[in-house]
Structure formats: structure tokens, C-alpha cells
């Protein structure tokens, strides 16, 4: 009898996964053009920390954005109406996006006027945590009413990221989420990751994350002049 | 040229699935048992609104819970810890539950002795509505953080469910999320879904939440005794 033959599909799209995310990265290089990946479950706030972020690095930093969602252009049309430039990806159905679907979404952004590009990955603590999109930087949003046992069950989304941002503290008041707890949860997962405790509403916190968000991106493309 | 052989991966998967959960639901009506599937994205609250609903009809229903997580046991260890028949499963990766999987933890559990039994689906709105579980009723909860805008998002997970629980109301003072915007959204998506607005923290709304549910089990089960 023959031996079967196997064909690992998952192992497959992985491999080409990360030869595309690998080429992106080379052109970002090439292009001076930082990218940055958030991901985070849905309802985080993404898109308002996106914005804000945005806002507070104004003149030092020229920020693109790709959104990503299964149907709607919601996100994208907040941003494009505050004058940044974004492009919405709909993924039709997938929980997550990839290297390519990535690549598709820079060709539509100058990035010869651009420092940097943030990605808004598909709101889902599962799936994006498994595809590299490309990017520099991994990045996660943990808003605090979630709760602090997400780490136990959402463990490579938090291995995977170079920074946490701890969304909603106001909320802390409403809430027993253990800050402490969660934190050591989290850094015995990933013991290099930064940990910023902000709130896209209020704008606390946003100083040392932007800090550390502009020093990355100089530290990728230099002073890039249009 | 031969044709192109085309393998429709995901229809297959998709067919092979509904036919499992299909011959759940005869065993299901064989044993007298209501079988409820909870989605939400991760933090919503699914396992204190269990443990609430639970308490709420302790006497009048026999409820056990089957957990799914990608890794780690500690909805169903709260659970147990409550006196409550709960099996947890491991997903180990998968970001859904598919009939196989829950038939899985049905048999992990005694039915003869149960008139209803719970499953909390894994933390995700996307994957999850795609696969029938073999569920009688499908729930979702939406909590007020993560915003009135999910249903332009996430439609088909709305779409799917027979009730949505808008849980964590006690958060409103808090949050400009707009209750009769999200209700419109969402019964333009799905007009004949039920919507209770609850805190699983206070218990407020859990009266005309546990009574559907409660109306919903007898239905199906009738005046089942062990």
C-alpha cells in the first residue's frame, strides 16, 4: 500500500504567511515606513486609541492607517473624518488578517509621506495572534472590562505582542479588575513586553505610550523627510 | 487540460458539521434536553451571567455547563466551585466549537439528570456563528463597553441568535453607549430576536431573562423528571 499522503494545509498557508510578511517588511525598510499591528477583542477601543495616538504625535510623526472588519467602513470613516489618511479592509468573513491582505492595504497609503502606518487588525483575541501581518511591532489592547484572567486564556495573543496597552482605567473605579494580578500573569508569558495603563477617553497615560511609540518608529526609519 | 479538481474545503467542513449537530439535536429531544450556546467576545461576562442564570432558577431547572476555552480551566473551577455539573473543554487552538466538540462534552456529563445544559462558547464573534453546535437556542451577550456600533460589524454573529443579553448595563452612567440605536441595528439585522437588557454584577434584568429561558427549556422538554 502506497504511504498517504498529507498535506498539512495549515502548515502551508503559515509557510507563505510569513514568506509575503517577510517581503513587506524589506519594502518597509527600503521605504523607511514603520508598521505597527494592534489587535485586541472587540470593543477594546482600538479606534479611539488610534485617534488619539494620532493626535497627540502631530508634527512629529505623519500616521497612516489600515482598518480591518468583516463588513462596515465605520472605523475608517472616524478616522478619514478627523483628516488622516486610512483605507478599510473588509476581510469578507475572515476572522483575521494576513501578510497580503496587508500588502493590498499599503499599495493604497503614500508612504513617501508617511513615518508610520498603524494596523487595526479584525477585533479577535484568537486568530490574529497566529498570522504576522508584516509589521515592525506587535501591539495589544486590554480594556479593563474584560477582566484580568485574559492572559490564562488568551496566552500567545499575549506572547506574540511587543506592548499592552491597559484600555478604559477609568474604569477601574466600576471594576475588580487586579491590575497587579494581571500584570504578573502577563509577564510570565512574555517577560519583554511594555505595559502602558492608558485611557483613550481621558487621555491618561498616553504620554509615556506615545513616548515610546515615537522612539520606536525614529529608531526604525531615521529623520524620513517627504 | 483535465479540469481543475476543486475541493471546497469549507463547504465539506461546513456539511459534515450540520450533519453531526443534526443528529445532536434527535439526541437531545431523545433525552429531554435543552441545549442553550453562548457567544460573546472575550470579557462580555458569559460566566457570571451563567452562574446568575443558574442561581436564578435553582429548584425550578437542572442546569449543567459545558466551557470551551483555547487553553486553561477557570470558568469551569468557578463553576464546580459553585456545586455546578461543568465540563470544561480545550479548544487547543480552534477559536470555535463544532457539534463534534460539543457532543464530546455532553457525554462528560448525566444527562438523565439534567433538564438544560449551557454551553459557553469560545471568547470570539466571528468564527463562533458560523458553526451550528447542535444547540437548540443560540444566545449572545453584548456588554455596554465595548460599544453600540458591534451590530454594523459582527452581523452574522447577530444575525444567528434567538436572544441577545446587553449585559454590564450597570456601566451605562459610564459610557455614551445608545441602547435604541444598538436595538434598531440589531433588529434590522435579525428582526425576531429577543433582547434583555442585564447586569450580571446587580441581577438587574435577570427576572424577564431567566423567565424566557425558563419558558423556552419547558417547551422543549416538557415536565421532565429523572
Redesign the interface.
Known amino acids: 500500500m502506497d504511504p498517504v499522503r498529507l498535506i498539512r ?1 495549515k502548515e502551508d498557508i503559515h509557510a507563505d504567511n510569513n514568506a509575503v510578511a517577510e517581503a513587506l517588511r524589506r519594502r518597509l525598510s527600503d521605504t523607511k515606513t514603520f508598521l505597527l499591528n494592534i489587535m485586541s ?3 477594546s477601543g482600538k479606534t479611539s486609541t488610534i485617534l488619539r495616538t494620532i493626535e497627540a504625535l502631530r508634527g512629529q510623526l505623519r500616521i497612516g492607517v489600515i482598518e480591518a ?4 467602513a ?1 472605523d475608517a470613516e472616524r478616522l478619514v473624518a478627523q483628516g488622516i489618511a486610512a483605507v478599510q479592509l473588509n476581510t469578507g ?1 475572515f ?1 483575521h488578517l494576513d501578510a497580503s491582505m496587508v500588502s493590498r492595504g499599503l499599495e493604497a497609503l503614500d508612504l513617501n509621506n508617511l513615518d508610520a502606518v498603524i494596523i487595526e487588525n ?6 490574529p495572534a ?1 498570522f504576522d501581518t508584516g509589521a515592525i511591532r506587535n501591539a495589544m489592547i486590554l ?1 479593563v ?3 484580568d ?2 492572559p ?5 495573543m499575549f506572547s506574540v505582542c511587543n506592548v499592552l496597552l491597559v484600555n ?1 482605567i ?2 477601574l473605579t ?1 471594576s475588580d479588575f487586579d491590575l497587579a494580578a494581571m500584570r504578573e500573569r502577563v509577564l510570565r508569558l512574555n517577560p519583554a513586553i511594555e505595559i502602558f495603563a492608558v485611557s483613550a477617553r481621558t487621555g491618561q497615560g498616553f504620554d509615556a505610550w506615545t513616548e515610546w511609540l515615537h522612539r520606536e518608529v525614529r529608531a526604525f526609519t531615521g529623520e524620513k523627510r517627504a
Chains 1, 2 share one sequence.
Open positions: 494545509i477583542a472587540p470593543g472588519d468583516i463588513e462596515s465605520v468573513g476572522c479584525v477585533g479577535n483575541l484568537v486568530c497566529e480594556s472590562p474584560e477582566g484572567d485574559k490564562l486564556k488568551y496566552p500567545l478604559k477609568d474604569y466600576l
